[in-house]
């Protein structure tokens, strides 16, 4: 038996419950792993609370870990026990102390601090599907990153700054707003304080800009496509306040306006896609051109406080959770 976190029912984080769980031994094809770290994403949140679908109910949440290899299945050639790896992208469930995962889902872990790690793998994939693939950002362009300070927010307006953009954050605190800057926006705005399209107006000479990147959704769709310039980009990818209304073509006509929702999730991406984009995460983590914010750690018992904080907007970076044993 090991510990972990079980949802019976949808809803408010009461109901994350820790429970002990069997997880039985790994078949062909799998690896049992014993968790050292494990990532929080707002995913997470979507799921408990049936913003998306989960697959099944009861479930364990989460996306994404770093732990010790400690059982083989049959067929797995290319890992040991001992080994440390970090898994994502296979079923959900890393909200435990120990699971079973699917080998080809487990990659062996660089000379890179496991924390930091667990905590960047599906913001950083995201961040670098934004700027590379969904909207390929080129030296000259203007961004707007809202939730600069965020988890995926804070290795976006990095990576946006890295290729080349005048990049324009915006955060709800002066404290968010600080992080923001050393991360590479080169205007922050205050959103609970100031308008941010009136912001971006005066930051743009009234041009616009050529993409928004939106994870908020709901309270900054209608004002991030005010923000853009004729032809930008609208990169709907999240909604941390609520789904926004539906947009009729007629809103996008009046800038000829592109419009996408992409997700790491449904784009088709390959697993050896998966894999080298991960890579080439970890190779600029590892060579400081991303810094990772691992700025909140819960044990993995108390992760009904750490989506209360996230939920709450009281975080800012990566969050982690660590399992006590
Ligand atoms: N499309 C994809 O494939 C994909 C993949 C991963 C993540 N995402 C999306 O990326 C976004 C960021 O994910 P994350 O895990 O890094 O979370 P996060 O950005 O660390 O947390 C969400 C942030 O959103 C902002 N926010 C604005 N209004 C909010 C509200 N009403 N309630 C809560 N938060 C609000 C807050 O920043 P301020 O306090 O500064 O406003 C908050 O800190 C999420 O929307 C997520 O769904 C999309």
Request: aromatic share 6%.
């Amino acid at each position: 038996m090991v510990k972990a976190i079980r949802v019976y029912e949808l809803g408010g984080p009461e109901v994350l419950k820790w429970e002990d769980v069997e997880i039985g031994d790994p078949k062909e094809g799998e690896i049992r792993v014993k968790n050292k770290a494990i990532g929080v994403n707002f995913i997470d949140i979507y799921f408990r609370t049936g913003v998306y679908k989960v697959p099944e109910i009861p479930y364990t949440p989460g996306m994404e870990a770093v732990g010790v290899v400690t059982a083989i299945g049959a067929g797995v050639c290319d890992l040991k026990i001992g080994d440390v790896v970090y898994h994502s992208g296979g079923a959900m469930g890393t909200y435990t102390e120990e699971q079973i995962v699917l080998a080809d889902k487990a990659m062996s872990l660089p000379p890179i601090d496991p924390l930091v790690v667990a905590s960047v793998m599906i913001k950083g994939l995201t961040a670098r599907f934004l700027v590379r693939t969904w909207f390929k950002v080129e030296q000259g362009h203007k961004v707007v990153v809202h939730a600069a300070a965020g988890g995926v927010g804070s290795v976006l307006c990095q990576w946006a700054n890295m290729l080349g953009a005048t990049v324009i954050g915006t955060v709800s605190t002066k404290e968010k707003a600080l992080q923001a800057k050393e991360d590479g926006c080169h205007h922050v705005i205050i959103y609970k304080e100031d308008d941010f399209v009136t912001r971006v107006a005066e930051i743009t000479s009234g041009e616009g800009v050529d993409v928004v990147f939106d994870s908020v959704g709901k309270d900054t769709f209608q004002g991030s496509l005010a923000c853009l310039k004729p032809c930008g980009y609208m990169v709907s990818f999240g909604q941390s306040s609520g789904t926004p209304d539906p947009v009729p073509l007629s809103a996008l006509a009046t800038k000829s306006l592109f419009l996408t929702r992409p997700s790491v999730r449904t784009s088709g991406f390959s697993n050896d896609e998966m894999r080298e984009a991960m890579k080439e995460v970890l190779a600029n983590v590892a060579s400081g051109a991303l810094r990772v914010r691992v700025n909140h750690t819960y044990p993995l018992s108390q992760a009904a406080q750490a989506h209360v904080d996230m939920a709450g907007r009281k975080t800012s970076g990566s969050i982690v959770l660590t399992p006590e044993s």
